[in-house]
C-alpha cells in the first residue's frame, strides 16, 4: 500500500521559513498532480499548491509570492517563506499518480504536519 510521509512542520515566528517534504514510500510510474493542502483549526481544507505533470503550478492567492511547490520523482516540497500567524494550519500533502508495480491509479493523501506561526 502506498503512503505518504509529511515532514518539516513545527513552531515558527513570523516572518520566517519552513520546507516541507512529502516522501512517497511507492515508486510513482507517472504523476498526474501533486499538491500540499492545509485545514486550520474550524475550517475546511483548501488548496495551497498544486503543480501538474508537465511543470504548470497554482497557488491559492493567500501564498502567492511567499510559498513554492517542487518535485523530485517520489516527493514534494513545499518552501514557505515570510510565514504569517494566519499560515497556522495541519498541512497535508496530495499525490494522484500511477504507481509501480501494479500500475494502478491511486490517490493518496498524507497523514499531515503541524505548522504552527507565532506573531
Known amino acids: 500500500q502506498v503512503q505518504l510521509v509529511e515532514s518539516g512542520g513545527g513552531l515558527v515566528q513570523a516572518g520566517g521559513s519552513l520546507r516541507l517534504s512529502c516522501a512517497a514510500s511507492g515508486s510513482i510510474f507517472r504523476f498526474t498532480a501533486m499538491g500540499w493542502y492545509r485545514q486550520a483549526l474550524g475550517k475546511q481544507r483548501e488548496l495551497v499548491a498544486r503543480?501538474?505533470?508537465?511543470?504548470s503550478t497554482n497557488y491559492a492567492d493567500s501564498v502567492k509570492g511567499r510559498f513554492t511547490i517542487s518535485n523530485a520523482e517520489n516527493t514534494v516540497y513545499l518552501q514557505m517563506n515570510s510565514l504569517k500567524p494566519e499560515d497556522t494550519a495541519v498541512y497535508y500533502c496530495?499525490?494522484?499518480?500511477?504507481?509501480?508495480?501494479?500500475?494502478?491509479?491511486?490517490?493518496?493523501w498524507g497523514q499531515g504536519t503541524l505548522v504552527t506561526v507565532s506573531s
Open positions: 496530495n499525490v494522484n499518480a500511477v504507481w509501480t508495480p501494479d500500475l494502478r491509479y491511486l490517490e493518496v
Open positions: 503543480i501538474v505533470s508537465g511543470g
